[in-house]
Nanobody
Framework: QVQLVESGGGLVQAGGSLRLSCAAS????????MGWFRQAPGKEREFVAA????????YSADSVKGRFAISRDSPKNTVYLQMNSLKPEDTAVYYC????????????????WGQGTQVTVSS
């Protein structure tokens, strides 16, 4: 049973930083790709960033390029999302996601979800 547990959310002022963590368990993830999605109130869940566990190849949404960075720590089975220069429009629940094989960039491609962690950016 795959489990994804997010942590690191909170309240931060605009321009600040947060680092989200996603602890993955339940299987060997070397052939998986991991991602972060977010969902703001009244909006659809959207892609933020993804990483191939084996190669480390990453891909990010245009809205966060240059501000957010995804990384992974293989021995710890943990994926991170470093968020810098946060804006009020980054306020959302952030979800960790996993997909066997290719990078997950749409909601329908995701096979496993975490429970989500709230990020609130005040102006």
């Amino acid at each position: 049973q795959v489990q994804l547990v997010e942590s690191g959310g909170g309240l931060v002022q605009a321009g600040g930083s947060l680092r989200l963590s996603c602890a993955a368990s339940g299987r060997t993830f070397v052939n998986y790709a991991m991602g972060w999605f977010r969902q703001a109130p009244g909006k659809e869940r959207e892609f933020v960033a993804a990483i191939r566990w084996g190669s480390g190849r990453t891909y990010s949404a245009d809205s966060v390029k240059g501000r957010f960075a995804i990384s992974r720590d293989s021995p710890k089975n943990t994926v991170y999302l470093q968020m810098n220069s946060l804006k009020p429009e980054d306020t959302a629940v952030y979800y960790c996601a996993a997909r066997y094989g290719a990078l997950p960039t749409t909601v329908v491609e995701v096979q496993y979800w975490g429970q989500g962690t709230q990020v609130t950016v005040s102006s």
